[in-house]
Nanobody, 114 residues
């Protein structure tokens, strides 16, 4: 059974940074892609960033230049470095992993105060 466990969320002020981690049970090589999504109160879940098995990455326009997705294959962990945080980045951040199936973690709360 695949488990994804997010950590690293918290309350920060505008302009500060956070690094989210997503620990995966077993090898992350099983997955074609892994990603981070977020959901703000009253809004739909949206894509933040993805990293593919070959290493290519994609970002939402709203986070380009501020967020960086990466992975540590030895630790079976995916990270999301978030810099220059804004209040509109507030939400629950979810990690996902995709092969023939799509797996989700339970999320970690990020709150950015103005």
């Amino acid at each position: 059974q695949v488990q994804l466990v997010e950590s690293g969320g918290g309350l920060v002020q505008t302009g500060e940074s956070l690094r989210l981690s997503c620990a995966v049970s077993g090898s992350i090589f099983r997955f074609n892609a892994m990603g981070w999504y977020r959901q703000a109160p009253g809004k739909q879940r949206e894509l933040v960033a993805t990293i593919h098995s070959g290493g290519s990455t994609n970002y939402a326009d709203s986070v380009k230049g501020r967020f960086t997705i990466s992975r540590d294959n030895a630790k079976n962990t995916v990270y999301l470095q978030m810099n220059s945080l804004k209040p509109e980045d507030t939400g629950v951040y979810y990690c996902n992993a995709q092969n023939s199936w799509l797996y989700w973690g339970r999320g970690t709360q990020v709150t950015v105060s103005s």
